[in-house]
T-cell receptor, first 114, second 114 residues
Framework: AQSVSQHNHHVILSEAASLELGCNYS??????LFWYVQYPGQHLQLLLK??????LVKGIKGFEAEFIKSKFSFNLRKPSVQWSDTAEYFC????????????FGTGTRLQVTL | NAGVTQTPKFQVLKTGQSMTLQCAQD?????MSWYRQDPGMGLRLIHY???????DQGEVPNGYNVSRSTTEDFPLRLLSAAPSQTSVYFC?????????????FGPGTRLTVL
């Protein structure tokens, strides 16, 4: 069965620190990849997505992610985090070549301190 | 557009009670789905629908029923609530089926079953 792994469950950073959150998936084939963010008390919203083309994708609020097909990874990065980036981040993957459904990782809670 | 709306926002039930969580979208999306979010487990798919009159089970369907009589509405029914169904429930919709497109999430329903 397909699975999505987010190894960092809880990350604490100071403002201006750099961020990298890992996301790995377990299956091959053509995939669509997403990062969603859930700010405290709010619903999930799309941060960025990769369907095809340039494997380095840029999203909202200065976030970016790099798709490395050989490593089955789609890590999320931000050069300098802000207090307002405190949120839970979810990676999601779907194999577009099969009838599989979108699978979410378990999420990473990011806490940014002042 | 209101996007995806859910009611109620909060609900407390006693074991054995039934209730319906409402979900509606005004984006004319064909694909709608229900997820539950539990700490450390991310989002898990309960049921989904690829269009009016068509529904199917997701990863954790037991104890839940759905129907899709219109494109706009996708209610989730708990027939006999159990404490294990205490969770936050999110409804989502997307233009394309199977979750291969950006998901638009509702604000969620926090359900507690005593």
């Amino acid at each position: 069965a397909q699975s999505v792994s987010q190894h960092n469950h809880h990350v604490i950073l100071s403002e201006a620190a750099s961020l990298e959150l890992g996301c790995n998936y377990s299956y091959g084939g053509t995939v669509n990849l997403f990062w969603y963010v859930q700010y405290p008390g709010q619903h999930l919203q799309l941060l960025l997505k990769y369907f095809s083309g340039d494997p380095l994708v840029k999203g909202i609020k200065g976030f970016e992610a790099e798709f490395i097909k050989s490593k089955f990874s789609f890590n999320l990065r931000k050069p300098s985090v802000q207090w307002s980036d405190t949120a839970e981040y979810f990676c999601a993957v779907i194999n577009t070549g099969t009838a599989s459904k979108l699978t979410f990782g378990t999420g990473t809670r990011l806490q940014v301190t002042l | 557009n209101a996007g995806v709306t859910q009611t109620p926002k909060f609900q407390v039930l006693k074991t054995g009670q039934s209730m319906t969580l409402q979900c509606a979208q005004d984006m004319n999306h064909e694909y709608m789905s229900w997820y539950r979010q539990d700490p450390g487990m991310g989002l898990r798919l309960i049921h989904y629908s690829v269009g009016a009159g068509i529904t199917d089970q997701g990863e954790v369907p037991n104890g839940y029923n759905v129907s899709r009589s219109t494109t706009e509405d996708f209610p989730l029914r708990l027939l006999s609530a159990a404490p294990s169904q205490t969770s936050v429930y999110f409804c989502a919709s997307s233009y394309r089926s199977g979750g291969a497109d950006t998901q638009y999430f509702g604000p969620g329903t926090r359900l507690t079953v005593l």
